[in-house]
């Protein structure tokens, strides 16, 4: 975005693919493809708890919210815990925003909105609606962020979901990272961009990998609060978004790599991958270029063994033929 204060030039954000982003990119790829090929040793149930405490938790805790992270636990098994009305409610408001996690269209700016109107819920008038007056943010007593005029802000979100559904060829690390830092810029809502920020960066990227739904990132935005905030600031002032992708790529990648080192996953064979994309397909129909699309590292002869396996093993049932064949659990 080319912006000031109360002059809107063009909404196409800037940024540079530089010889970092490309490392960060290709690295990242290269532990998804590993993972892909190998067997998921650990509960789905108690990883999505885990990330789900993990994530709440430091989302508001970058926030300001002062519950701890055992009383984040109690709130999600819904135990009674002492602390502020407004902490215990941004606490529920989360939970509740995440457990709709896979339900949200990552391209939808109603769904954007429905997003913000569970997290916001209770804590502010106008949760789910775009700010109608002007917002600064401060660093003590110093102006840190201007946001862009209010009357400006419908149209930039706009422009902003269509830059994202235009633009499919950006690799969905770099995409979502932009989409994440200019949230943070045009600041659509009174309170809560923060959080709306790390949310949508979550719902794409879980849209392009399900893994990303294993994945607390947030949890590496608040060992790194400082430099996250450093950046949006050095970000503001160049008028781009390359040194935020940059970060948001390297918190990324270590998210992944300390997951692939808790889990220690083993080598997974055609039957094991068949029972993988079970859990996360259930028992609605799909195709070969469905089961490539979900393990994007095998070749299509590896695909076509693995389905063929599964159909003679009876795990799979097999309607039509060649390309026009569905399979089903």
Same mark, same amino acid.
Request: contains cysteine.
């Given at each position: 975005?080319?912006?000031?204060?109360?002059?809107?030039?063009?909404?196409?954000?800037?940024?540079?693919?530089?010889?970092?982003?490309?490392?960060?990119?290709?690295?990242?790829?290269?532990?998804?493809?590993?993972?892909?090929?190998?067997?998921?040793?650990?509960?789905?149930?108690?990883?999505?708890?885990?990330?789900?405490?993990?994530?709440?938790?430091?989302?508001?805790?970058?926030?300001?919210?002062?519950?701890?992270?055992?009383?984040?636990?109690?709130?999600?098994?819904?135990?009674?815990?002492?602390?502020?009305?407004k902490?215990i409610?941004?606490?529920?408001?989360?939970?509740?925003?995440?457990?709709?996690?896979?339900?949200?269209?990552?391209?939808?700016?109603?769904?954007?909105?429905?997003?913000?109107?569970?997290?916001?819920?209770?804590?502010?008038?106008?949760?789910g609606?775009?700010r109608?007056?002007?917002?600064?943010?401060?660093n003590?007593?110093?102006?840190?962020?201007?946001?862009?005029?209010?009357?400006?802000?419908?149209?930039?979100?706009?422009?902003?979901?269509?830059f994202?559904?235009?633009?499919?060829?950006?690799?969905?690390?770099?995409?979502?990272s932009?989409?994440h830092?200019?949230?943070e810029?045009?600041?659509?809502?009174?309170?809560?961009?923060?959080?709306?920020?790390?949310?949508?960066?979550s719902?794409? #990227?879980?849209?392009?990998?399900? %893994?990303?739904? &294993?994945?607390?990132?947030?949890?590496?935005?608040?060992? !790194?609060? =400082?430099? *996250?905030?450093?950046?949006?600031?050095?970000?503001?002032?160049?008028?781009?978004?390359?040194?935020?992708?940059?970060?948001?790529?390297?918190?990324?990648?270590q998210?992944?790599?300390?997951?692939?080192?808790?889990?220690k996953?083993?080598? #997974?064979?055609?039957?094991?991958? %068949?029972?993988? &994309?079970?859990?996360?397909?259930?028992?609605?129909s799909? !195709?070969r =270029?469905? *089961?490539?699309?979900?393990?994007?590292?095998?070749s299509?002869a590896?695909?076509?063994?693995?389905?063929?396996?599964?159909?003679?093993?009876?795990?799979?049932?097999?309607?039509?033929?060649?390309?026009?064949?569905?399979?089903?659990?």
């Amino acid at each position: 975005m080319i912006a000031s204060y109360d002059t809107i030039i063009c909404m196409n954000p800037p940024f540079k693919i530089t010889p970092n982003i490309l490392k960060s990119v290709t690295d990242i790829s290269l532990l998804l493809g590993k993972y892909e090929g190998l067997q998921f040793p650990i509960p789905t149930i108690s990883l999505r708890r885990e990330n789900k405490i993990r994530t709440i938790y430091s989302s508001l805790v970058i926030e300001g919210n002062n519950l701890s992270k055992e009383q984040v636990t109690a709130l999600l098994d819904g135990k009674p815990v002492i602390g502020k009305k407004k902490d215990i409610q941004e606490v529920q408001n989360a939970i509740k925003a995440y457990d709709l996690f896979s339900t949200y269209k990552p391209h939808s700016l109603k769904s954007f909105l429905s997003a913000h109107k569970v997290m916001l819920e209770h804590l502010v008038d106008d949760a789910g609606k775009i700010r109608t007056a002007n917002v600064g943010i401060f660093n003590g007593s110093k102006v840190a962020h201007v946001a862009p005029k209010y009357t400006f802000v419908p149209k930039l979100m706009d422009d902003l979901f269509s830059f994202v559904k235009r633009n499919k060829d950006i690799n969905i690390l770099i995409l979502s990272s932009i989409f994440h830092y200019e949230v943070e810029f045009i600041h659509p809502f009174k309170d809560g961009n923060g959080r709306m920020g790390r949310l949508w960066q979550s719902v794409m #990227l879980y849209n392009w990998n399900p %893994l990303f739904e &294993f994945l607390p990132i947030e949890s590496l935005i608040r060992q !790194s609060q =400082k430099e *996250y905030y450093k950046v949006l600031g050095v970000c503001d002032k160049s008028g781009e978004s390359t040194l935020f992708i940059e970060f948001m790529l390297d918190i990324i990648l270590q998210t992944l790599s300390e997951f692939m080192e808790f889990i220690k996953p083993q080598p #997974l064979n055609a039957t094991g991958r %068949l029972e993988l &994309f079970k859990t996360q397909r259930g028992e609605s129909s799909f !195709s070969r =270029k469905d *089961y490539l699309s979900f393990f994007k590292t095998i070749s299509t002869a590896t695909a076509s063994r693995d389905l063929s396996n599964g159909v003679a093993k009876k795990i799979i049932t097999k309607e039509g033929n060649q390309n026009t064949s569905v399979y089903k659990f």
